[in-house]
């Protein structure tokens, strides 16, 4: 197991991309799976993976690229983000690359069940501003002070994790307005992104 993988497996540092190409990685050669208490992980072929659009592979590719501005110090992954840097943004080069410098491992559940559970996050960042700009110029509405919230599941258990949002009308819990209607009649509450 090269020292990448261990890398890998340690931080879990992958960017969606290449999540998806390794959850859906089900053949393999015959070297001994790792197990993790969570997780089975067994080398495979790059051929063992599902197709990828060359469109998807670019995109795909763009974002896992863009990681490397906070993964080029380090030891592990400096080099191959360096060597990720000259790489033109053609699905042909991206395929070598790739297959020159990653390895692929399938991943199964720790009981070696190929049905699992693989989540991912992703908070984006905007730059604001509390005062319309050039730049911020695109208004971003907060929560409304009447906003009211019930959670169904305090009555009806069966409804885990289900919540109805909006706003009183005498005694009458009704939805806010839509986005177009909000876009009309603007908001008391906002903030600019650009």
Same mark, same amino acid.
């Given at each position: *197991?090269?020292?990448?993988? &261990?890398?890998?497996?340690?931080?879990?540092?992958?960017? +969606?991309? *290449?999540?998806?190409?390794?959850?859906?990685?089900?053949?393999?050669?015959?070297?001994?799976?790792?197990?993790?208490?969570?997780?089975?992980?067994?080398?495979?072929?790059?051929?063992? +993976?599902?197709?990828?659009?060359?469109?998807?592979?670019?995109?795909?590719?763009? =974002?896992?690229?863009?990681?490397?501005?906070?993964? &080029?110090?380090?030891?592990?992954?400096?080099?191959?983000?360096?060597?990720?840097?000259?790489?033109?943004?053609?699905?042909?080069?991206?395929?070598?690359?790739?297959?020159?410098?990653?390895?692929?491992?399938?991943?199964?559940?720790?009981?070696?069940?190929?049905?699992? +559970?693989?989540?991912? #996050?992703?908070?984006?960042? #905007? !730059?604001? =501003?509390?005062?319309?700009?050039?730049?911020?110029?695109?208004?971003? #509405?907060?929560?409304?002070?009447? *906003?009211?919230?019930?959670?169904?599941?305090?009555?009806? !258990?069966?409804? &885990?994790?289900?919540? +109805?949002?909006?706003?009183?009308?005498?005694?009458?819990? &009704?939805?806010?307005?839509?986005?177009?209607?909000?876009?009309?009649?603007?908001?008391?509450?906002?903030?600019?992104?650009?």
């Amino acid at each position: *197991m090269n020292s990448r993988f &261990k890398a890998w497996r340690q931080s879990l540092a992958w960017t +969606l991309p *290449m999540v998806a190409l390794l959850a859906g990685c089900t053949g393999g050669d015959n070297k001994q799976p790792k197990t993790h208490a969570l997780a089975t992980y067994s080398s495979a072929t790059w051929e063992a +993976l599902p197709a990828v659009s060359d469109n998807d592979l670019v995109a795909g590719f763009g =974002s896992w690229r863009s990681a490397c501005t906070r993964l &080029k110090a380090d030891p592990v992954w400096g080099g191959t983000c360096a060597a990720a840097a000259n790489v033109a943004q053609n699905a042909s080069d991206i395929r070598g690359f790739l297959k020159q410098n990653l390895d692929v491992y399938g991943l199964r559940a720790a009981n070696d069940n190929a049905n699992g +559970l693989i989540t991912g #996050y992703y908070e984006p960042v #905007y !730059p604001g =501003s509390l005062t319309q700009t050039t730049t911020a110029n695109i208004p971003v #509405y907060g929560v409304p002070d009447d *906003m009211i919230i019930v959670a169904l599941d305090s009555i009806y !258990p069966e409804l &885990k994790g289900k919540r +109805l949002r909006g706003r009183l009308e005498g005694r009458v819990l &009704k939805p806010y307005d839509d986005a177009a209607t909000i876009e009309t009649k603007g908001s008391r509450r906002r903030w600019w992104r650009g």
